[in-house]
């Protein structure tokens, strides 16, 4: 198993080189070129999502994203460390704002969840981690000199 670790401050500009490293790590891991589009989408939803958790918080803890290749199937992992709350369990007098901040999470979370049909979410008070994997129609290529 061969992992690739990105991190990176939680600035939008970075999101743009977190998709293109995913595409080229899953192009490399034998993703099946007709899903890499799903894959930069997927990854640019995901650290999106996180960089704006992370901004909204005022955390400033890197974002984090492991690529990870498998014997027959590739996965990434974003993850933030904003504590999150149950969905649906808004402090009383949090207002509008914090309505809004949550129908916006739930909206990417359904976004990802149309691209990537293997999803897994796990989020507490210490921060939230997304999994997304595909199958890899190639075994893992020899590790690089």
């Known amino acids: 198993m061969a992992t690739v670790e990105l991190r990176f401050s939680a600035l939008p500009e970075h999101v743009r080189t977190a998709r293109l490293v995913a595409a080229a790590v899953a192009r490399r891991a034998g993703v099946d070129e007709a899903v890499l589009d799903e894959v930069r989408l997927a990854v640019g939803e995901a650290c999106s999502r996180a960089v704006g958790l992370h901004q909204n918080g005022g955390i400033t803890a890197p974002v984090k994203v492991s690529l990870i290749e498998e014997e027959k199937q590739f996965s990434i992992e974003v993850g933030d460390e904003a504590p999150h709350a149950v969905p649906g369990d808004l402090a009383p007098g949090s207002g509008a704002n914090a309505e809004a901040e949550a129908e ?42």
Not at 124 to 132: A, K, Q
């Open 104 to 145: 916006e999470d739930e909206m990417g979370l359904a976004v990802i969840s149309g691209l990537v049909d293997d999803v897994e979410v796990s989020a507490g008070e210490h921060g939230g981690l997304i999994r997304m994997t595909w199958p890899s129609a190639l075994p893992p290529a020899a590790p690089l000199p």
